[in-house]
């Protein structure tokens, strides 16, 4: 059973809070926390135990974390039931949750961005909307070409540029100003 901490409670009750900032549901970004933070997998009785949550809630959860990818079954041995375990490895968990969230709202978006500025929808007489829309397609283009080039970069070469920070900057012609 976990333990739960002062310090783990903090950030289990921190993490819903940021979760509901984010778009997800308080109990599923609590119940991510919970399992990020303890080290056996745990079982959904344990979870709603523990989090003081609705069985139900707890699985439709579960199902949301799986979905996303930073969640997992995995099996104890002498025990029939399910547990659950948190990707640990933060890099490759918040990279997940960034092509999640890629996937679902950057890619639709981009996907309206062109349609709106080519073809008959692109010919309106209304010039100012068509090079706003121009310009946030522009903007939206560039930042996915970006992600896609940061992506493929293996986690070592993404922490090491990471860790640059403003050394990158001066690299940059008037980047440094």
């Given at each position: ?49 523990t989090l003081s949550v609705a069985r139900s809630n707890v699985s439709n ?81 560039s930042m996915t070409t970006w992600y896609g080039q940061m992506r493929r ?25």
């Open positions: 059973m976990f333990e739960m901490t002062p310090t783990n409670e903090s950030f289990i009750l921190h993490w819903g809070e940021m979760g509901t900032k984010w778009g997800v549901n308080r109990t599923v970004a609590q119940i991510h926390a919970l399992l990020f933070l303890s080290p056996e997998p745990l079982n959904a009785e344990e979870i709603a135990e959860s579960l199902r949301e974390l799986q979905g996303w990818g930073i969640v997992k079954v995995v099996h104890v041995m002498g025990d029939r039931r399910d547990h659950y375990e948190s990707m640990k490895d933060v890099w490759e968990m918040f990279q997940i949750i960034l092509d999640e969230r890629k996937k679902r709202e950057t890619d639709p978006t981009l996907a309206v961005l062109r349609e709106l500025t080519s073809g008959a929808k692109g010919k309106t007489k209304d010039e100012y909307t068509q090079q706003r829309l121009g310009d946030m397609l522009e903007f939206f283009e970069l293996p986690k070592g070469a993404l922490v090491r540029f990471m860790k640059m920070g403003d050394k990158v900057l001066k690299m940059i012609p008037g980047g440094g100003k």
